[in-house]
Nanobody
Framework: QVQLVESGGGLVQAGGSLSLACAAS????????MGWYRQAPGKQRELVAT???????NYADSVRGRFTISRDNAKNTVVLQMNGLKPEDTAVYYC???????????WGQGTQVTVSS
């Protein structure tokens, strides 16, 4: 089993910055993909950014250039630095862990990010 514990989030004004962190524990496969997804009220969960063990990243077009994802493989942690936040970034953000060669996905409990205009 894998547990994901998220931290960060909160309320910020438009143009501000926030950082989200996620720590994975349990049975962690050394090759994996970790990342962040978000879900706004009335909308489907969507990709924000992911990063593989080797460092390859993938960003949603809506956040590219504003958000940066990074990870520490030794600590099984992933961080999402969010700059230039917009009201449309308001959502519950979920940490995700996906081990290689598996169909399994693990999710954190979610953390609220609210951007006021």
């Amino acid at each position: 089993q894998v547990q994901l514990v998220e931290s960060g989030g909160g309320l910020v004004q438009a143009g501000g910055s926030l950082s989200l962190a996620c720590a994975a524990s349990g049975v962690i496969f050394s090759i994996n993909r970790m990342g962040w997804y978000r879900q706004a009220p009335g909308k489907q969960r969507e990709l924000v950014a992911t990063i593989r063990t080797g460092g390859d990243t993938n960003y949603a077009d809506s956040v590219r250039g504003r958000f940066t994802i990074s990870r520490d493989n030794a600590k099984n942690t992933v961080v999402l630095q969010m700059n230039g936040l917009k009201p449309e970034d308001t959502a519950v953000y979920y940490c995700n862990y996906h081990p290689a060669f598996s169909t399994s996905d693990y999710w954190g409990q979610g953390t609220q990010v609210t951007v006021s205009s």
